[in-house]
């Protein structure tokens, strides 16, 4: 069955909603771009920027903002997004794009940061970290788009989302066309599943998600 195309105002309300649920600011004003460097790789994966060829990733890469980066099987990358919005670490077999990612200055002259990304295939974890507002993390999947304000996560391409603590919002697109919107809070920990919605996270699921985030990956 194919996606029911969503009409533009409606896609834009539904990530006003999720905006206003996460209790998080739109956007961020005078922002410079910022670079993201490699902090860790395991196996192979591999990179293309401004559209072009994909190359090996190697030690001491430094993405930008376009870059279309995929993981191998039995692959893993860590990238370093700064200290607020931490290290995303795409697991094996995963496609990811960096659509925006930017700091700037924000009220008092606390550091804001604004991370867009495009989930495609595959899942990616990390934390983000406690900040005094005005910041924005954003993953958009081919059914949703998650927010996260803080905590631990994890999120898969299929549209499951995994917060162990902290809060997050998802807006979830379903076959139907109509979006939908879901608040996550933790803890105790809590998952969404398009079949059952937010629920609490069982014990097996914490502890995976838990261990996948403790692991260490190879210097980049």
Do not use: C, W
Not at 91 to 118: D, R
């Amino acid at each position: 069955m194919h996606m029911k195309r969503i009409p533009l105002k409606t896609l834009a309300v539904s990530l006003l909603l999720l905006g206003l649920m996460a209790g998080i600011a739109d956007g961020v004003a005078a922002a410079a771009e910022a670079k993201a460097p490699l902090l860790g790789l395991l196996g192979t994966a591999e990179y293309s920027r401004a559209g072009g060829p994909f190359v090996p990733v190697k030690k001491g890469a430094v993405f930008a903002v376009g870059d279309v980066i995929k993981t191998e099987r039995g692959s893993a990358v860590d990238i370093f997004f700064g200290p607020l919005a931490g290290t995303v670490r795409l697991t094996e077999s995963t496609t990811l794009v960096i659509e925006k990612s930017a700091v700037a200055e924000g009220q008092l002259g606390a550091a804001t940061f604004e991370l867009n990304l495009s989930l495609r295939e595959g899942e990616i974890l990390g934390r983000v970290e406690r900040h005094g507002g005005g910041s924005r993390f954003q993953v958009k999947l081919p059914a949703g788009l998650a927010g996260i304000v803080e905590g631990q996560f994890r999120i898969d391409a299929r549209g499951y989302v995994v917060l162990l603590d902290g809060k997050a919002g998802y807006v979830h697109i379903p076959a139907s066309g109509e979006p939908v919107s879901h608040t996550l809070q933790a803890p105790p920990a809590t998952y969404f599943s398009p079949v059952e919605g937010v629920q609490p996270a069982p014990v097996e699921l914490v502890r995976e998600v838990t261990n996948q985030n403790r692991s260490k990956l190879p210097k980049g």
